[in-house]
């Protein structure tokens, strides 16, 4: 079993920045994607941001120039800094990892609990 623990949401007002971390840990043989979604409300949840192991990232294009996602995969964590924040980017962000699990072959997909970003105007 793996877990995921975010943290950094919070309160900001717009144009601020904001540093989300998740970590995951538990029966980790290799971490493939890392990555963060978020969920406004009435909205669908979309990607923000990925990256792979190897260190090649994807973003929203409504977020290009202003976040940045990293990963250390010593630590098995993911971050994502997030620049010149909008009243557009308050959402509840999600962490998402898909983990080769100690002593299987596949991948799963895990899910972090989520953390509030809201960004004042």
């Known amino acids: 079993q793996v877990q995921l623990v975010e943290s950094g949401g919070g309160l900001v007002q717009a144009g601020g920045s904001l540093r989300l971390s998740c970590a995951a840990s538990?029966?980790?043989?290799?971490?493939?994607?890392m990555g963060w979604y978020r969920q406004a409300p009435g909205k669908q949840r979309e990607l923000v941001a990925s990256?792979?192991?190897?260190?090649?990232?994807n973003y929203v294009d409504s977020v290009k120039g202003r976040f940045t996602i990293s990963r250390d995969n010593a630590k098995n964590t993911v971050y994502l800094q997030m620049n010149s924040l909008k009243p557009e980017d308050t959402a509840v962000y999600y962490c998402?990892?898909?983990?080769?699990?100690?002593?299987?072959?596949?991948?799963?997909?895990?899910w972090g609990q989520g953390t509030q970003v809201t960004v004042s105007s």
């Open positions: 998402h990892a898909l983990v080769r699990e100690t002593g299987y072959y596949g991948e799963y997909e895990y």
């Open positions: 538990g029966s980790i043989a290799s971490i493939n994607s």
């Open positions: 990256i792979i192991s190897g260190g090649s990232t």
